[in-house]
């Protein structure tokens, strides 16, 4: 079993930057791709940014393209989601996933974190 745990959410004004961190653990498996989805209140969860399992191929969603970034940290069993830009309908719970595979996926994810809560005020 795989466990996610997501850290780095919180409350910053329009305009600021987080930056988002998930630390896989327990019985991790090679090679695996990860992702970030969220959640805003009342909606459903949506996908934000895929990353494949060498780092070389990502995807975002239309919203986010060009002010996140996603990246990984193998040796540390990291993923990051850098947010620029940020913009009040950012506001949700952001989880991070991981599913098997070296390639770059928008679903199929079978390992899911928490949650972390970013708030963007106006």
């Known amino acids: 079993q795989v466990q996610l745990a997501e850290s780095g959410g919180g409350?910053?004004?329009?305009?600021?930057?987080?930056?988002?961190?998930?630390v896989a653990s327990g019985r991790t498996f090679s090679p695996y791709a990860?992702?970030?989805?969220?959640?805003?209140?009342?909606?459903?969860?949506?996908?934000?940014?895929a990353l494949s399992w060498s780092g070389g191929s990502t995807r975002y969603a239309d919203s986010v393209k060009g002010r996140f970034t996603i990246s990984r940290d193998n040796a540390k069993n990291t993923?990051?989601?850098?947010?620029?830009?940020?913009i009040p309908e950012?506001?949700?719970v952001y989880y991070c996933a991981a599913r098997g595979g070296p390639h770059v996926y928008t679903d199929g994810y079978d390992?899911?974190?928490q949650g972390t809560q970013v708030t963007v005020s106006s």
């Open 90 to 92: 950012d506001t949700a």
């Open 111 to 113: 390992y899911w974190g």
């Open 11 to 22: 409350l910053v004004q329009a305009g600021g930057s987080l930056r988002l961190s998930c």
């Open 34 to 49: 990860m992702g970030w989805f969220r959640q805003a209140p009342g909606k459903e969860r949506e996908f934000v940014a």
């Open 79 to 86: 993923l990051y989601l850098r947010m620029n830009s940020l």
